[in-house]
């Protein structure tokens, strides 16, 4: 627990520069909260998985069939302003591997740019995305991932997440992993080796990094007085 809160509470409190958030996952209502809370001490917040829809859409893209939330758009439409105000970089993928189906036996088919066509889902990043997030990441002092980029439990749409993965491995600056899919997919490639911190966490890393580093527990035990 210690060196978790080393590590997170480093993020918070003096992240060496330039400091590189990927966030992915599936829905904006449940990342929406730490974007918030990264977004005024990040460089780039590169922004992935399938609430990269809303963020999309909010910006006049086709989506196809791809996971929007609605209720989301103007959350998303906020926070992309308060980025551009901010001077933060934000990245959303640039091209796309769809399917016509939400299916672990859809075959993968490219897409060469931002807009999904028409009947298709986008299920991972395509190479363009996955080139332009490694840029960021391998010029990053500080890196935190946590989220997938695609459909990762699907074989034919991880390799996305499995990139970034490599990615992160690659980096020489502070590395920290949390959240399910992206510790599965870095143990996955046998890569924990190389990452500085890989949380095991799990739900309470991410209540870690909304709350600022301030959650009440820690709090209490860093409170603490010593006993003799």
Known sequence: MEK??????????NPAKP????????????????????????STMIIGGGMAFTFLKVQGHSIGKSLVEEDFLPTAKAFLDKAKSSGAEVLLPVDHKVAGEFAETAKAEAVDGVDIPEGKISMDIGPKSVALFRDRILKAKTVIWNGPMGVFEFPEFSKGTLEVAKAVADCKGITVVGGGDSVAAVNALGLSDRMDHVS??????????????????VAVLEDKPEQD
């Open 200 to 217: 095991t966490g799990g739900g309470a890393s991410l209540e870690f990094i909304e709350s600022g580093g301030d959650l009440p527990g």
């Open 4 to 13: 978790e809160i080393k590590f997170l509470g480093g993020v918070f409190e």
């Open 19 to 42: 400091f590189v958030a990927v966030i992915g996952g599936a829905k904006v209502s449940t990342k929406i909260a730490v974007l918030e809370s990264l977004l005024p001490r990040v």
